[in-house]
């Protein structure tokens, strides 16, 4: 074993960090053990540590597997832009590539390997591994995505199964399994797939305190809504969509509207999926719409927003998507937009399993997927409970613990629903049973006289949705029961009888319009913004020297560090958080160049413990207030600071509504003011995408949002 006098001196040498994540240094110190270990951690919480640490300081070579092309690339370069000895075997090389890689791998110049599952167990491969354990050692074996093993896992491969046998052939060798995502059942099959020995077993919390979850009804606004959650973003994101056909659709729109966004699915070439990637995770565009099936297998850490505009097909696959959000433990969102026509296309693809046993459990993880996009309760304790996490509720960072939604009193209602499900004899499903209620004159109706029934058209007041809602809830409110045979036929038990005898009420959810923006404590921070700009200015540069992500350089934690700190010194630069060794001395003098001209003399200074008021323009406001008096554009001005037109918005509507000196007629025109001004004092202070749709195509976002910053302002006199 290599020697360092602890384990946080070795990880900021080779890291930068100064501590832990939690439960990580339990890991490390199992590992270093040779124990068989069992890792369950959230996306995000530091799991590629817990190998990646432990095989620089332990002898001979630490072997990955991996099932993404992609995900292993990125963890090599992130590895070698911190100096350790990392290399993959993949698909992607030539024969000279591979044979000069098991090269350096025999002669002991590389600590860990990367490679697929199908590679590891190839008949040519399993030999020079062989070799590699006679001449250098193989320290561990560190299977990444480990799900992948079980059938009850969410992405089950087949090859993953053969895996065992890596324990017949070196059983003396360690194997770690590392996975973001498990019930009980899957860890149970993990360790039996892979013939673990006594596996020392870590479960992290599921819990990912940065990240907000919300679920919209996908309605005829859902795309002005989503346009206006990528306006309001700052940073990258993923959209994810059900099929091809709505990647293709949707992504034609939103670079329509402006937005820089790239498709991602099956359908396209590798090489164009494979480009698409790169200049997403390289921030060359903000945006990728990719399918859910495919998946994305990234490795990117400043994904702001990730929205699901078709629902997901089960809570396990959503964890793992939605988790792509806020890696690097920064506020981030995470929204679907819901409709029931989604969920035909999914159990329309559940009914093409030619295995009945699948189809059951695929219908059985959707059904769970629709319980939590239909609940009322806290996101985060349906989520993790799930996972077998407890969680008391009221996390305050989801839409159900932000905007409780009102209960309004629907007893009537679902004894007309009850009743009528009586009256067809318990023998149709939903659909049928609203169809009576609403008073439908189609033929089923007709060929089993149903519109001579007594409930026959008695629900005309409500709308198919809001029936479909109320026999949603019955059935989560065991106060219905539906068969599980695939016909789902809907059938009353002892409860239902209670409500019709008017023993028991019902209550139901109403959906309210919610604000899309997030409450203050959680917008981003405003100090030292100008200098966070230069700062992400320099690191894409660098990164696009190296033909790197810009992550790879330095996280975006570390470089707000890096505006807040402001250090001056490279002894003061190594104390950062993210700086390890290698970087220091490859990228300290450089941005410590770029700290040193921001503080000259002539820039507006940062002092580094303001704090931002509602009611006083904060630093960058005041930048761009002093650039807007100089009689520059809003492009003007977004091309010199070097951020988005959007936020320059943003920062004039603010000033605005703090009263500070903007000519708003130079901005928008004094007859549009008016029209705005108008269905403000009808609509109120609301979101602005209902208040565009009233106002027309012609009308846009930026314009609504400067008049509404005067508008507040007066209207708080």
């Not at 409500?462 to 036929?489: C, F, M, N, P």
Request: aromatic content about 8%.
């Amino acid at each position: 074993m290599l020697q360092y006098p602890n384990l946080e001196q070795a990880l900021k040498y080779h890291f930068g960090y100064d501590r832990f994540r939690p439960g990580q240094r339990q890991i490390i110190e199992d590992a270093l053990q040779n124990r068989d270990l069992l890792v369950v951690m959230p996306t995000g919480g530091g799991k590629s540590l817990c190998f990646q640490l432990p095989a620089l300081i332990k002898k001979g070579l630490t072997v990955v597997v991996s099932p993404l092309i992609a995900l292993m690339q990125d963890q090599v370069e992130a590895l070698r832009n911190n100096n350790i000895s990392a290399t993959f075997l993949n698909s992607s090389l030539n024969a000279y590539k591979v044979r000069s890689r098991e090269e350096a791998i025999l002669n002991g110049k590389v600590r860990l390997l990367y490679v697929a599952p199908e590679r590891l167990l190839s008949e040519r491969f399993l030999p020079f591994l062989d070799l590699v354990h006679e001449k250098i050692g193989i320290s561990t074996f560190a299977i990444d995505e480990a799900h992948c093993v079980s059938e009850w896992g969410h992405d089950f491969r087949p090859e993953y199964r053969q895996l065992k046998s890596l324990r017949k052939r070196f059983p003396d060798i360690p194997t770690v399994a590392l996975t973001a995502t498990a019930t009980d059942r899957v860890r149970s099959d993990i360790i039996q797939q892979l013939g673990l020995k006594q596996p020392s077993i870590h479960i992290a919390s599921f819990n990912r305190q940065n990240l907000y979850y919300e679920v919209r009804s996908k309605t005829k606004y859902a795309y002005a809504e989503l346009l206006e959650l990528i306006r309001e973003t700052e940073g990258s994101g993923i959209i994810y969509c059900l099929t091809r056909k709505k990647v293709d659709e949707l992504t034609f729109k939103l670079q329509n509207d402006q937005i820089s966004v790239l498709p991602y699915h099956a359908g396209l070439t590798d090489e164009e999926r494979t480009n698409n990637q790169t200049r997403f995770i390289r921030d060359d565009v903000r945006f990728m719409v990719a399918t859910i099936a495919f998946g994305m297998g990234i490795n990117k850490p400043d994904v702001r927003l990730v929205v699901h505009f078709d629902i997901p097909r089960n809570i396990e696959s959503y964890y793992q998507e939605s988790g792509r959000a806020g890696r690097d433990g920064e506020t981030s969102r995470c929204t679907i937009f819901f409709s029931f026509g989604d969920i035909k296309t999914i159990e329309w693809s559940i009914n093409q399993k030619t295995d009945p046993q699948e189809q059951l459990i695929a219908k059985q993880q959707l059904r769970q997927m629709i319980d939590y996009a239909e609940g009322t309760d806290c996101r985060r304790t349906i989520q993790l409970g799930y996972f077998g996490e407890r969680f008391a509720g009221d996390c305050s960072n989801c839409d159900n613990c932000r905007h409780p939604k009102p209960m309004q009193d629907w007893t009537i209602e679902a004894m007309k629903f009850l009743s009528c499900v009586a009256r067809c004899k318990e023998r149709f499903g939903m659909l049928h049973i609203i169809d009576v209620l609403r008073g439908s004159k189609n033929q089923k109706i007709t060929q089993y006289e149903h519109d001579k029934l007594s409930t026959y058209g008695i629900g005309k007041d409500k709308t198919l949705d809001e029936w479909r809602i109320l026999g949603r809830s019955l059935l989560h409110q065991g106060l219905l029961e539906q068969t599980a045979d695939g016909y789902s036929v809907l059938k009353l038990n002892a409860l239902s009888w209670e409500v019709m005898r008017r023993q028991r009420t019902v209550s139901l959810a109403v959906p309210v319009a919610q604000k899309i923006t997030l409450t203050e404590n959680n917008q981003k921070a405003t100090e030292s913004e100008i200098l966070l700009q230069r700062l992400r200015s320099l690191r894409k540069q660098l990164a696009d020297e190296q033909s790197v992500p810009p992550y790879v350089i330095f996280h975006d934690s570390t470089l707000k560090l890096m505006a807040q700190v402001q250090p001056q010194t490279l002894a003061e630069f190594a104390k950062l958080s993210g700086v390890g060794s290698h970087k220091l001395s490859q990228y300290g003098e450089k941005f410590l160049a770029e700290i040193r001209a921001y503080r000259q003399p002539g820039v507006i200074e940062q002092p580094v413990n303001s704090t931002p008021s509602l009611n006083l323009p904060s630093d960058t406001e005041l930048f761009t207030l002093q650039l807007h008096q100089q009689g520059l554009s809003v492009k003007e001005i977004a091309e010199k600071r070097n951020i988005r037109p959007t936020t320059i918005i943003r920062h004039l509507a603010d000033l605005i509504e703090k009263n500070q000196s903007i000519d708003l007629n130079q901005l928008v025109p004094l007859e549009r003011q008016q029209k705005i001004w108008q269905l403000l004092e009808v609509l109120g202070d609301i979101s602005l995408t209902p208040i565009k749709e009233q106002l027309g195509e012609s009308y846009t976002y930026d314009e609504i949002r400067l008049v509404r910053g005067k508008w507040r302002r007066e209207n708080r006199k």
